[in-house]
């Protein structure tokens, strides 16, 4: 019973360490060279703890999935909670981006999405833990339509998946360049249209009120006479 008690932190510091491991696998070595022995060897750990801990190493490689998945969550969910004006959030959502390629994120997911392609099953666990994100998104995007002057014709979910589809791009395609400067660019750009758009809400809100007046006008003309 005594020896109950440590075994638990145990445990969970093995886990942690094949997670770590499997992490560092897919970005070294790609999914095809996820093998349980190279994972173990990063880890630091016998491979046979992968099975005893995951069960296989499919197991494994979607639970340093979810893991990512789950931190990095919480930095985008600051996004929906931002209360500044648009190019704060342009301004944040750039910081977010970066850190993504510097800790190498976007090449994990790339290699699970492509690993997906040759090993159906992993498909729609590879998916299911992009749903988050994708809710994410769309909440963003409603936020952000929101504080628009004129709403897009897209809907909030096309939006979002656009938006999705364009950020996973930007990062796959400065990993695989080895440059981001072309989209730190593009962010910038999108800093500028948020400036200009925020610059512009006292003068439409002037409008707005204008022609509300405009259209009270004649109404209240016609009931005096």
């Known amino acids: 019973m005594r020896a109950a008690g440590p075994q638990q932190p145990q445990a969970g510091g093995t886990r942690a360490a094949l997670i770590n491991g499997a992490l560092a696998t897919l970005q070294e ?21 992968i ?10 490689l979607i639970a340093a ?12 969910r600051t996004l929906l909670d931002h209360q500044g004006t648009l190019t704060d959030l342009a301004d944040a959502a750039r910081v977010i981006f970066t850190e993504d390629l510097d800790a190498g994120h976007v090449t994990v997911l790339a290699e699970m999405i492509s690993g997906a392609q040759s090993t159906p099953d992993l498909g729609p666990r590879v998916s299911a833990c992009l749903s988050p994100w994708r809710e994410v998104t769309e909440s963003l995007a409603r936020s952000v339509i929101a504080r628009l002057p004129i709403a897009p014709p897209l809907p909030p979910e096309h ?7 364009g950020i996973l791009g930007l990062e796959l395609l400065a990993s695989l360049d080895g440059d981001r400067t072309r989209a730190l660019e593009l962010f910038d750009h999108a ?5 200009l758009l925020d610059q512009s809400q006292p003068l439409l ?14 109404r209240k003309k016609a009931g005096g006479s």
């Open 29 to 49: 070595a790609g999914f095809a060279g996820a093998s349980a022995r190279q994972i173990a060897r990063r880890a630091g750990c016998n491979q046979a703890l």
């Open 51 to 60: 099975f005893y801990h995951f069960g296989s190493v499919h197991d494994l």
């Open 65 to 76: 999935l979810e893991h990512i998945s789950a931190q990095r969550m919480a930095a985008y």
């Open 159 to 165: 939006m979002a998946h656009g938006i999705m589809a």
């Open 191 to 195: 800093r500028s249209l948020a400036s």
């Open 205 to 218: 809100a002037l409008l707005n009120l204008a022609g509300a007046g405009l259209q009270a006008s004649p």
